[in-house]
């Protein structure tokens, strides 16, 4: 299997932050841009959360949203710093889409450096903020997360 660098979100102690980290042949695009930009657009007044920071871009406040609920919901064991989330704001148009991943390229996580398997996806809807998840779903359906 053939290594990429990759820039992937990881939300670590309550802060987003970006980390480089390796990630599979696999991955997607989203993984392999820088930090720039992000923004894909919501409706205004979504309700995706946010931390304050007047200029955070929706790709911000959906992956901390996203690991915020990762948490409150105990949906993985994994520390903070062993998690990253790859977020995709072009898939729908009405969704924001974010893998929740392993991350390998922390070395006290463990793993293969080369690799940054998917646990799974949360899906956030772009007007109310709702999310669902494919979390333990043998064939990939989406259940809904709790508020």
Known sequence: MTSK???VRAVGGGLLAVVMLLACNGC???QQRDQGG???GAAKGQAVPSTGAAAQSDE?????AVSQAVRRNKLVKLA???LSYEFDG???KDEFFV?????HGNPKCGGDPNTSPRLFTVRVSKETGEMSTDENSADGEFHPLPR
Do not use: A
């Not at 911000?60 to 901390?64: E, G, H, M, S």
């Open 60 to 64: 911000d406040r959906t992956v901390l």
């Open 99 to 103: 893998d929740v991943r392993e991350n």
């Open 28 to 30: 997607t695009r989203s």
């Open 5 to 7: 660098l990759g820039w």
């Open 38 to 40: 992000g923004g894909s």
């Open 80 to 82: 903070d710093e062993c």
């Open 90 to 92: 072009s898939r729908s």
